[in-house]
């Protein structure tokens, strides 16, 4: 597509819940990043994709979170066990490299969680 | 610790002026630093990036600057208008490479009429 698709848009859930965000990168973009946004702080990195490599998993929370991408294309976050501090909004980004830095991240619009 | 800072104090200017946004880091050595622009409800979107060799980097109105002995970057509007307003944010790759990039908090720039 044009851009990073993030779906939904917004999601309200119950605590103890599980949920899956998705994220379809731009076609081509072998690389592909999760971060979340808490309400006024920065972005904090979550996870990273980079074609047929082990993901970096290095900013994941903790266990109740994990991503997966599927034929380097699509990639679906969840968050299992819903916490409300796991409130937040979830951006997924792609690039394309080995093009290198110089075109950055394109992000999605985000995913807003609401855990009740 | 390892981090990045910017004013989280909203900046706010008059139409017009230039509005300069700072941008320090510690206990980085990156090899590149990028400056991304978001709106309220949206994703950040990508500006400019300027790399540990070069000084200076223009593209139309906006100027950024790199000092890695100071470990700080500088990013200028100018002629400054109300649609520039929204948070600016800079981010670095802390692996020098080009892996991740880290963000900091970013700085809300809001220019009046």
């Known amino acids: 597509g044009a851009g990073v698709s993030q779906s939904p848009s917004n999601k309200v859930t119950e605590k103890g819940k599980d949920v899956e965000l998705r994220c379809d990168p731009i076609s081509g973009h072998t690389a592909l990043y999760w971060y979340r946004q808490s309400l006024g702080q920065g972005l904090e990195f979550l996870i990273y994709?980079?074609?047929?490599?082990?993901?970096?998993k290095s900013g994941l929370p903790s266990d109740r979170f994990s991503a997966e991408r599927t034929g380097g294309s699509v990639s679906t976050l969840t968050i299992q066990r819903t916490q409300q501090e796991d409130s937040a909004v979830y951006l997924c980004?792609?690039?394309?490299?080995?093009?290198?830095?110089?075109?950055?991240?394109?992000f999605g619009s985000g995913t807003r969680l609401t855990v009740v | 610790s390892q981090k990045i800072e910017q004013n989280s104090e909203a900046l706010n200017i008059q139409e017009g002026k230039t509005a300069t946004l700072t941008c320090n880091y510690t206990n980085y050595s990156p090899a590149y630093l990028q400056w991304y622009r978001q709106d309220p409800g949206r994703g950040p979107v990508f500006l400019l990036l300027?790399?540990?060799?070069?000084k200076e980097k223009r593209k139309e109105r906006l100027k950024v600057t790199f000092d890695t002995t100071l470990k700080q970057s500088l990013f200028h509007i100018t002629a400054s208008q109300p649609a520039d307003s929204a948070t600016y944010l800079c981010a670095l790759d802390p692996s020098g490479g080009y892996n991740k990039l880290i963000f900091g908090a970013g700085t809300r720039l809001a220019v009046h009429p």
């Open positions: 980004a792609s690039s394309l490299t080995p093009g290198g830095p110089d075109y950055g991240y394109t």
């Open positions: 300027i790399r540990e060799n070069e």
């Open positions: 994709f980079q074609g047929n490599s082990a993901p970096d």
